[in-house]
């Protein structure tokens, strides 16, 4: 136990019989259960050499029916630990890449109640950044920006960063079916959490690529997740602001979403027809699709600006 709450590691596994004994040799004594999800694994956990490691006695082993992805097998570890009397769980990846000295640094900002969930951040450490693949960073850099405006936690980066620790009690408040199996977990994760008005607090940690096999396909990640975060962000706002509340930005939003749109559409379709004709547009079409475009503009401007400062922070 650590400060009197009783903590769990989550280790969702999938062909990581290389790197999941030296995974659990690394974790910290204070942990006081293992819940190791075989996530219907091709390469079986090597049992054998688990039973060597120093933390054996504490290992849970949790099997699932059939493949549900790292998500999915995350939920299974959580539903365990809810049942098991655990105050807060901290989600460790198979695969070695995640440095488990950091676990106590996850735990400090939610047992001195400065936060309900804290996770890594690997873009704070410039030299560690240096080290990271240029694809996963500039990969990294966009969906952050992107998952910002989906989640609300605009304060936040890093947000794909599976490396978390989070409180049982406020796990018990999420609907655990809500949120996605496979790689948009992180995402769909705090995307719930911004409705229960939970603080995140970031950890600077740097990341860890050792001879790990991915089973990500980046090139096919922007398709996977756009569309999915369209759909998130379109969720919150309409939650929040027509839903739950009704406030300025409500208001904002629902007058310079149709400007902005007609004096965009208006303009182009004028653009194509007087262009066509070989015609000067007049005066007062471009007055009214330019004042139209700037008002809407602004106005959603004001939105996004509202929108950061209601992010949920300490």
């Known amino acids: 136990m650590l400060n009197n709450y009783k903590i769990a590691v989550v280790i969702p596994y999938y062909n990581a019989n290389k790197q999941i004994v030296s995974v659990i040799n690394k974790l910290p004594e204070f942990i006081d259960v293992v819940f190791l999800v075989n996530d219907k694994s091709p390469e079986p956990i090597p049992l054998d050499l688990l039973k060597e490691t120093k933390g054996y006695e504490k290992i849970i082993i949790l099997e699932n029916e059939t493949n549900l992805g790292v998500g999915g097998a995350t939920k299974t570890g959580f539903k365990a630990a809810m049942n098991e009397g655990i105050n807060i769980v901290v989600k460790v990846d198979a695969d070695d890449q995640m440095d488990t000295t950091y676990i106590k640094d996850l735990l400090n900002p939610i047992i001195n109640k400065k936060a309900n969930y804290a996770k890594g951040n690997r873009f704070r450490d410039f030299k560690a950044l240096k080290k990271m693949p240029f694809i996963r960073k500039a990969g990294n850099l966009m969906l952050s920006f992107l998952t910002k405006a989906a989640s609300g936690y605009w304060n936040n980066f ?114 194509w027809y007087y262009s066509s004709q070989s015609l000067f547009a007049p005066t007062g079409t471009i007055m009214l699709v330019t004042l139209t475009i700037i008002i809407g503009f602004q106005l959603l401007l004001q939105a996004v600006h509202y929108d950061i400062t209601k992010a949920p922070k300490s």
């Open 158 to 271: 890093d947000p794909t960063n599976g490396f978390f620790a989070i409180e049982v009690s406020t796990l018990k408040q999420l609907d655990l079916d809500a949120i996605s199996n496979r790689y948009y977990f992180e995402t769909s994760l705090i995307s719930q959490l911004y409705f229960q008005d939970v603080v995140i607090k970031d950890i600077s940690m740097p990341a860890i690529y050792g001879d790990e096999k991915s089973s990500m396909n980046v090139w096919k990640m922007p398709f996977v997740f756009f569309p999915r975060l369209i759909k998130t962000f379109l969720h919150r706002i309409f939650k929040s602001y027509f839903v739950y509340d009704f406030n300025i930005s409500s208001i904002y939003i629902l007058l310079g979403v149709p400007l902005f749109l007609f004096g965009t559409v208006y303009g182009i379709y004028n653009w």
